[in-house]
Structures are given as C-alpha cells and as structure tokens.
C-alpha cells in the first residue's frame, strides 16, 4: 500500500476514534446560594458563578434571592437573581467560550413596586455575525422566553425597572478535541503531499 495513503488512513482512523465532548444543555437556578429568606450581593468583584456560566453585573445593583426573602418575583416561586434598572448583567461562559441560548424566565421583581409593568432586553453578542436582540413588553409577571440562539460569546440583560431573572437554559458549543484537529491536519497535509508529487 502506498505510504501517504496509509498515513491518511491512521489520520483518519485516529479523528474518528477520538472522543468529541457532547454538548449538553445546563440550567441556571440560583437555588441554594442566598440563605433561607435573605439575600447574597452580586457585583463586578463577586460574579454568581453556576453550571460553567458566569453572571456579572456592571454595578453592586444586584443579588441573588431566596424564594423566602422579602423582595421576590412574582409568578416565581423559587430563588432568582434580581437587578436594578441601572444595572446591565452579562452572562457569558466561565472560560470563554461559544454557546447557545435556548430559553429563560425573566420578570419584575416586587422591588419595583406594586403591579409595576417593565421591559426586559436581551442582546446576544455572537462569535461571528451581528448582534441578536429581543425586546419583551409589558411584564408584569415572570414570564419564559424562548429564544434559541446559538454561537453566542456573551448575553446582555436590560430592563426599565428592577428585574429577576431565572432557569436559563444555555448550552456550551464544545470545541473538537485536540487530538481530532491535529489528526485532520496531518490527514490534509498527507493528502496534499500526494497531489503535488
């Protein structure tokens, strides 16, 4: 057998056998961080961190909630991250990253004040492409999103008046693994060899 085939075949063999990591969804809860009926401030310097993802806010506006505190979110009955209408949270992956955004539950939170009415934007700053935006109206309970964008590096969150969020979906976009792409490479470069002898 002729030698640069050979060599592309055990490329090809060893990118097949190599594992891909698979992506799987991850959901952001806040469940357990705040003590029972109190609060834990988010800011620049102290990001909530959970499931890979890291949630940091542009000013010390912010907490997480227990479901049992004195502010809530109406129409939610489990703890959830609350932010001020002068804050703006970015969620983006722990690491860096590229990853998808499938849904979340977002609303006014009671610090706002009684039957107080928002709106909520979301803006997706994508890997490649422009920015994804979505505008939600007239919230005046927790309500879900359903979004379902991907190749995403980072997600921001603006409202009108105090807000909460909670159960974000996303899911990291794994990269190959490294031994897949050196494999792929020495694949090409036995191929290309071939074609120019």
Known sequence: M?????????CLAIAVLVPVTEASATTITFEGFAPV????????????VEGGFTLTPTNPLSAVFDSAAVADMPGNLT???GFQESNIPRLRPTGGGVFDLTSLLLGPSTNAGPNAVINVTITGHRAVGPDITSTLLGLTTATTATLNWTNLTSVDFTATN???????VVT????????????????A???TRRVFR
């Open 2 to 10: 002729n030698p640069t085939l050979r060599m592309l075949g055990i």
């Open 37 to 48: 009926g109190s609060l834990v401030n988010i800011n620049p310097g102290f990001p909530y």
């Open 79 to 81: 703890d959830f991250f």
């Open 162 to 168: 105090d807000a909460g969020l909670d159960d974000i």
């Open 172 to 187: 990291s976009v794994p990269e190959p693994a490294s031994l897949t792409v050196l494999a792929l490479g020495l694949a």
């Open 189 to 191: 470069i036995a191929a």
